[in-house]
């Protein structure tokens, strides 16, 4: 589990440190940059897991990465603290502008400690400083932790940050038969989703992901993953109580809002669990009648990885509890965007019933700071 996020200068972020939870809601206004959280979570993974020279350009070039001020852009920094199966874990690096290359790394650092033993790493303009029996081929436009991530005193936190998802998933790209991938985890879009759930014990998914879609359709009763040549497609049983019969229908004939939140439960129950899953707005093209079984799921998906989400859905804020989740608020000035936990004078509006969480969203005082008396219904 992520248990501190620190960003710098990546895209519209200034210098934010987010510290979350088990279930963590990101909210703001629209261009308030709380995507860019999550970005920042792929560039990283990204970074390790294809190295960095394929993460800078699968965001768009250094120019797309770097926040500029003033026409002067500024050095990336992003650094994770986390909580592993086997110990804890710190890793971070920095990138900084060069008069005859895109980029360079200026430094990067990571440590992994399990039980008493801790291994340290650290590489500044070009020199390693680490265990001599670990030392990599350096670049300064590539990782160390991209070549060292084998070594079974890394491969804890290589794994955790290589394994750590952001979903954006678009009914279109599940909709298509899909060639078979043995990639996991599930890809951000849900390239491979069916895939994953046929590499899966159906014991693990099918009962799960059957009865939420029965209960978001009213019909549905069952779901299988079917081969047709070298593809792999899904099918869902209908019932059709009229005609006392039950028929299987493909992704075609079914709505984007249930293709969403097959491919958004398919995220949540795939095994192995990812540690952190960030999802994208999940409310979009799933009806306001499902968004409390979202909420059921996310909660439950909690207790197996991290979860963070951003949303621009009042009714899904109204179904948290405080209790269970963290709500965080984005704001930007001036292009800049900083990252704040809920306010305390909002938190005591919400207990005290005086406001819902939606109504706030709603109403934009999420973005500011309630008077204390009020929030304390004086």
């Not at 996020?5 to 709380?34: D, M």
């Not at 970005?39 to 926040?67: C, D, H, N, Y």
């Amino acid at each position: 589990m992520i248990t501190k996020l620190s960003v710098s200068n990546f895209r519209s972020l200034g210098t934010v440190e987010f510290s979350p939870g088990a279930l963590n809601f990101i909210v703001g206004v629209n261009g308030s940059g709380k995507s860019n959280l999550l970005r920042a979570l792929t560039f990283m993974r990204e970074a390790v897991r294809i190295g960095l020279p394929g993460a800078v350009t699968s965001q768009g070039g250094i120019e797309s990465v770097r926040r500029h001020s003033g026409g002067h852009p500024r050095n990336v920094n992003i650094d994770i603290t986390a909580k592993l199966d086997s110990g804890t874990a710190n890793y971070g690096f920095e990138i900084t502008g060069d008069k005859n290359k895109e980029y360079r790394v200026k430094r990067e650092w990571g440590s992994v400690a399990a039980g008493e033993e801790r291994t340290r790493f650290r590489v500044e303009h070009g020199r390693w400083d680490g265990p001599e029996n670990m030392r990599p081929r350096l670049d300064e436009q590539s990782l160390a932790i991209t070549a060292i991530g084998g070594d079974a005193r890394i491969k804890p936190l290589w794994d955790f940050l290589a394994n750590t998802m952001v979903y954006a998933i678009y009914p279109d790209v599940l909709r298509e038969p899909q060639k078979f991938s043995s990639e996991t985890p599930m890809m951000p879009r849900g390239e491979n989703w069916l895939s994953i759930l046929h590499q899966q014990f159906e014991m693990d998914w099918k009962a799960d992901l059957v009865a939420a879609l029965g209960k978001l359709t009213g019909d549905i009763d069952d779901v299988r993953v079917t081969k047709t040549s070298s593809f792999l497609m899904a099918e869902f049983r209908h019932e059709r109580p009229k005609k006392k019969a039950k028929k299987w229908f493909g992704t075609d004939l079914e709505s984007d809002g249930t293709l969403r939140v097959a491919g958004l439960l398919t995220a949540l129950l795939q095994l192995p669990a990812p540690p952190a899953i960030g999802i994208e707005e999940p409310e979009l093209t799933v009806h306001p009648g499902a968004l409390p079984l979202l909420y059921d799921y996310l909660l439950e998906a909690s207790e197996r990885s991290q979860i963070l989400v951003t949303t621009h859905s009042p009714l899904l804020l109204d179904y948290l509890d405080l209790k269970d989740a963290g709500v965080f608020v984005t704001q930007r000035q001036e292009s800049v965007t900083t990252v704040t936990p809920l306010s305390e004078s909002h938190k005591n509006a919400v207990k005290k019933q005086l406001l819902t969480l939606g109504e706030l969203m709603i109403s934009g005082e999420l973005q500011l700071e309630l008077p204390i008396d009020g929030a304390h219904g004086s």
